[in-house]
């Protein structure tokens, strides 16, 4: 079983930066990817954005430019750097890591952390 520990969350003004960190632990798996979702009250959970082991990387729309997400391999870690934040980046963070093998199209393990809450307000 795989722990998704997160930290980084809190309470930033308009146009400020915050960093969130993943770090995966109890892994008996290659863990593929690594990336972050958020959901806002009222609506639904979006990529954020993700990196693989291959340092592939995809972000969502609205968040190029801003955003960068970095990872550590060796670490099974990832990181979200924010910046410029805006009001409408107020949400609830998620980690998620998948990997091992691919059964029906999907991944053999996939794996969500508890969330941190991300408040974007003056």
């Known amino acids: 079983q795989v722990q998704l520990v997160e930290s980084g969350g809190g309470l930033v003004q308009p146009g400020g930066s915050l960093r969130l960190s993943c770090a995966a632990s109890?892994?008996?798996?290659?863990?593929?990817?690594m990336g972050w979702y958020r959901q806002a009250p009222g609506k639904e959970r979006e990529l954020v954005a993700y990196?693989?082991?291959?340092?592939?990387?995809m972000y969502g729309d609205s968040v190029k430019g801003r955003f960068t997400i970095s990872r550590d391999n060796a670490k099974d870690t990832v990181a979200l750097s924010m910046h410029r934040l805006k009001p409408e980046d107020t949400a609830v963070y998620y980690c998620n890591a998948w990997g091992g093998a691919v059964v029906d199209g999907r991944y053999e393990h996939d794996y969500w952390g508890q969330g941190t809450q991300v408040t974007v307000s003056s």
């Open positions: 109890r892994s008996t798996f290659t863990i593929l990817g």
């Open positions: 990196i693989t082991i291959g340092a592939n990387t």
